[in-house]
């Protein structure tokens, strides 16, 4: 087995994972919340796709949890028959 070479102290060769240039920070924090986010759900959900919404606490005890996630359709009902916006 080779010997382990002796160092004081590790260099970063300054390697990092790389940004996907497509979907910044930012883009996605300007896309939350807005009215496209919310047809993009409604169609998604329409087609038949799990879809999680984010939504008051019904349990006001909880206060450590203002908001929960739950599935779009136990609040839109189901989805079959049902149309995609246009």
Known sequence: MAK?????S???KGERRPQ??????????EYKG???EG???REAWARGKRVMLTIANPNT???????IRVNASEVWGDWSG???PK
């Open 20 to 29: 996907d240039p497509r979907w910044s920070k930012l883009q996605r924090l």
């Open 39 to 41: 047809k993009n759900k």
């Open 10 to 12: 590790q260099t970063s």
């Open 34 to 36: 807005t009215f496209v």
């Open 4 to 8: 382990k070479r002796q160092r004081s």
């Open 61 to 67: 005890n909880e206060t450590n949890k203002p908001f």
């Open 82 to 84: 049902k149309k995609a």
